[in-house]
């Protein structure tokens, strides 16, 4: 089990058979919203960083790559295990991020309204991810509408 503690600085890993833990002091600031891909490696977002990284668990070290936009806050990520690769949520930018693990690059997806806050990515089986426009209230979207947001790359 893995835990990200943003204002503590660090991440957790919980064994669950003999409930011991192990802090992991991390080389940024806000990790937030972990997620692990096919190798078992937690990928972290760095909330006040603008950053995301990969604690590689073979190695222990971290790896880190600044989002590919000058100010941002990324609130959480998923990993797309399957197809490598990492989803980011930005929230300055009005856009979701993609990065893929193997060739190491990025990807901007645009959000098809201005004010978007997103909060998660979820996936179906063939890739297709889900995001919501998550403001509260509403009003603050462009159009007054929190949204439901499907993305399907190519």
Do not use: K
């Not at 990324?74 to 949520?89: E, F, K, M």
């Not at 693990?101 to 998660?120: C, G, H, K, L």
Request: hydrophobic share 40%; charged share 20%; aromatic share 12%.
């Amino acid at each position: 089990v893995w835990v990200a503690r943003l204002y503590a600085g660090d991440i957790v890993r919980i064994d669950p058979a003999s409930g011991e833990t192990q802090v992991i002091p991390a080389p940024f600031t806000g990790p937030r919203r972990l997620r692990c891909d096919a190798a078992g490696n937690p990928w972290i977002s760095g909330f006040s960083s603008g950053l995301i990284a990969r604690y590689d668990v073979s190695q222990h070290r971290f790896d880190t790559w600044p989002l590919p936009v000058v100010s941002e806050t990324p609130y959480a990520l998923n990993v797309d295990r399957p197809r490598g690769i990492v989803w980011v949520n930005g929230n300055q930018s009005d856009s979701l991020y993609t990065f893929d693990i193997a060739s190491e690059t990025w990807a901007n997806i645009p959000m098809p309204r201005r004010v978007t806050f997103t909060r998660d990515v979820e996936f179906e089986p063939d890739g297709t991810a889900y995001t919501a426009i998550a403001h509260f209230p509403g009003w603050h979207v462009e159009d007054g509408q929190s949204t439901l947001i499907r993305v399907q790359r190519p």
